[in-house]
């Protein structure tokens, strides 16, 4: 069974820093790797997915990474903003499973100008 | 890319009392789901919404607790019947779009019952 970590739960910077979330996945079949943005009360929004055969997925100042050897994916944030404050969710699809989502639980970042 | 609608987008309910969640994709899409989001907690899936077909259910949900409709390939609709105080959460549908399936999600349907 499929199961999606989160660290850190929580992370506080300074407006301009780089910063990086981690996400880790026990199961290394995994279908694709997904980073969603959340802002309070609402719902998600897709930031990137990375498909099994792919390393990385670029939109901006985002950097996905997908290391399924290891289990691992991570989300890197350039020049971190205040409008960047947000719980970012990653969460692994199983193409096995019907495509469902198996979610981490949440990276809650806050950028401080 | 598919823009998903999703209404009521918050309801105050009496317990006891059911509510219907709307769910309505721009395009015609092949996989629908429904999820819950508790206070404070990441997302949980409640069931896929197959079109023509009974929903799929995930371990802990039933259907006579959240019946599922899925009329057609862009429409589905959450009930979330005889309700009580444990079940205000976010509920939140979901839609697998294109080859890669990527994922996109209304926005959510904040229910409290009092």
């Known amino acids: 069974k499929q199961e999606v970590t989160q660290i850190p739960a929580a992370l506080s910077v300074p407006e301009g820093e780089n910063l990086v979330l981690n996400c880790s996945f026990t199961?290394?079949?995994?279908?694709?790797l997904q980073w969603f943005r959340q802002d309070p009360g609402k719902g998600l929004t897709s930031l990137l997915l990375?498909?099994?055969?792919?390393r990385e997925q670029t939109s901006g100042r985002l950097n996905a990474s997908l290391d399924k050897s290891s289990g691992r994916s991570t989300l890197y944030i350039a020049a971190s903003q205040p409008g960047d404050s947000a719980t970012y969710l990653c969460?692994?699809?199983?193409?096995?499973?019907?495509?469902?989502?198996?979610f981490g639980q949440g990276t809650e970042l806050s950028v401080k100008p | 890319s598919a823009v998903i609608s999703q209404k009521p987008s918050r309801d105050i309910c009496q317990r006891g009392t059911s509510l219907t969640i709307q769910c309505q994709v721009d395009?015609?899409?092949?996989?629908m789901f429904w999820y819950r989001q508790q206070p404070g907690q990441s997302l949980t899936l409640i069931a896929t919404?197959?079109?023509?077909?009974?929903?799929?259910?995930e371990s802990g949900f039933v259907i006579d607790k959240f019946p599922i409709s899925r009329p057609n390939l862009t429409f589905s609709t959450l009930t979330v019947s005889n309700m009580s105080p444990e079940d205000s959460s976010i509920y939140l549908c979901?839609?697998?779009?294109?080859?890669?399936?990527?994922?996109?999600f209304g926005q959510g349907t904040r229910l409290t019952v009092v």
């Open positions: 979901s839609a697998l779009v294109g080859e890669n399936t990527e994922a996109f």
């Open positions: 199961d290394s079949a995994i279908y694709n």
């Open positions: 919404a197959n079109q023509g077909s009974e929903a799929t259910y």
């Open positions: 990375i498909q099994s055969s792919q």
């Open positions: 395009s015609q899409v092949t996989m």
């Open positions: 969460a692994g699809g199983d193409k096995d499973q019907g495509g469902k989502l198996i």
